[in-house]
C-alpha cells in the first residue's frame, strides 16, 4: 500500500511539474505574440533609434543613392547598353516601325532615334543630384521608422512616390533642351524624331488619301507623340531604378557610408 501511495504522489508531482512547464510555455508564446503585436518587446518592431533619426538617415540614403545613380547613369552606354535601362521608341510609334521595316534604311532612321534619346538621358542624368537634393530637404516623412525598416527600396519608392510629379515638371525642360543638343553626326534627338516622322508621313500620304476617299481606316495613323514628356519618364524610371539599388546597397551595408546617421539607423537593422 505504502509503495501504491509513493508511486501515486510522484505521478501527481511529475504531473504538476509537466503542467506547470506546458502552462509557462504556452505564456512565453503569449507574450512574444503580444510584444510583436504592441511592439514593446525585444523583437523586430523595437528599434534604438527615434523616428526623427530616421528621416535623417532616410535623406542622407537618399542623397547618397542619387549621387551614385546620377555619377554611373550619366556615363556613356549607362543606358543605352543596359537592357533594363534602354529607351526605345514610344508604342505609339509602332505604326512607324512597321512602315520604316519596308524602307531601305528606314531601320537607321529609327536607330539613330533611339541612340539620340539614350544619350539625351545620360547627359542629362549629370545635372539631376541638385533637382532631386532639393526635393529631398523639402519632404516631410511621418513615419520615418517605417520606411527605414520596410523593404530594400521603401526610401525610393517614397520618394518616388511623393516628388514623382513635380520631378517630371523640373527634370522636362531640362530633357528637351538636351533633346535639341546635337549629339550624333550633329543631329539632335528632335531632329531625328522629326525627320523619322516626316518620312512616316509621307510615305502613308497616299494611302491614307485613298482611305479618307473610300471612308476606310487610315493605313497609317498619324503620330503624336511629347517626345520631352516621353523621354523624361522613361529617363527617371532609370534613374528610380538606379537609386533603389543604391538604396539596397546602403541597408546592407551601412558602415560603408560617411553618414553617422546612416551607420546608426541602418547599422542597427542589420541581423
Known amino acids: 500500500m505504502k509503495n501504491f501511495f509513493r508511486k501515486s504522489f510522484v505521478l501527481s508531482v511529475v504531473s504538476i511539474i509537466a503542467a506547470s512547464m506546458l502552462l509557462t510555455s504556452c505564456l512565453s508564446t503569449f507574450m512574444d505574440s503580444l510584444d510583436g503585436v504592441l511592439g514593446t518587446g525585444s523583437g523586430k518592431s523595437t528599434v534604438s533609434f527615434t523616428n526623427d533619426e530616421a528621416v535623417f ?11 551614385s545613380a546620377s555619377t554611373n547613369l550619366s556615363k556613356t552606354d549607362a543606358y543605352f ?4 535601362l534602354k529607351i526605345l521608341l514610344p508604342s505609339e510609334a509602332q505604326p512607324i516601325l512597321d512602315v520604316l521595316n519596308q524602307i531601305p534604311g528606314g531601320q537607321s532612321l529609327a536607330d539613330n532615334v533611339v541612340l539620340r534619346l539614350n544619350r539625351t538621358a545620360e547627359i542629362a542624368a549629370k545635372d539631376t543630384v541638385s533637382i532631386f537634393t532639393s526635393a529631398i530637404k523639402t519632404m516631410t516623412i511621418v513615419d520615418g521608422i517605417k520606411i527605414v525598416t520596410g523593404s530594400n527600396t521603401a526610401a525610393t519608392q517614397y520618394l518616388k512616390n511623393k516628388c ?3 520631378l517630371v515638371t523640373l527634370y522636362k ?4 533642351s538636351v533633346l535639341n543638343k546635337p549629339l550624333v553626326m550633329n543631329m539632335s534627338a528632335n531632329e531625328a524624331w522629326t525627320n523619322l516622322v516626316t518620312t512616316y508621313n509621307k510615305y502613308g500620304q497616299i494611302p491614307n488619301a ?11 495613323p498619324p503620330v ?8 523624361t519618364e522613361k529617363a527617371l524610371d532609370g534613374l528610380f531604378l538606379k537609386i533603389g539599388e543604391e538604396e539596397g546597397k546602403i541597408r546592407k551595408n551601412p558602415f560603408n557610408y560617411a553618414s553617422n546617421m546612416i551607420q546608426k539607423v541602418f547599422g542597427s537593422l542589420i541581423k
Open 173 to 176: 525642360p531640362m530633357i528637351n
Open 164 to 166: 514623382y510629379d513635380k
Open 57 to 67: 538617415a532616410l535623406k542622407d540614403a537618399l542623397v547618397e543613392g542619387i549621387g
Open 224 to 231: 503624336e507623340v511629347d517626345l520631352a514628356k516621353y523621354a
Open 81 to 84: 547598353k543596359n537592357a533594363a
Open 210 to 220: 485613298a482611305a479618307k476617299l473610300t471612308g476606310s481606316a487610315l493605313p497609317f
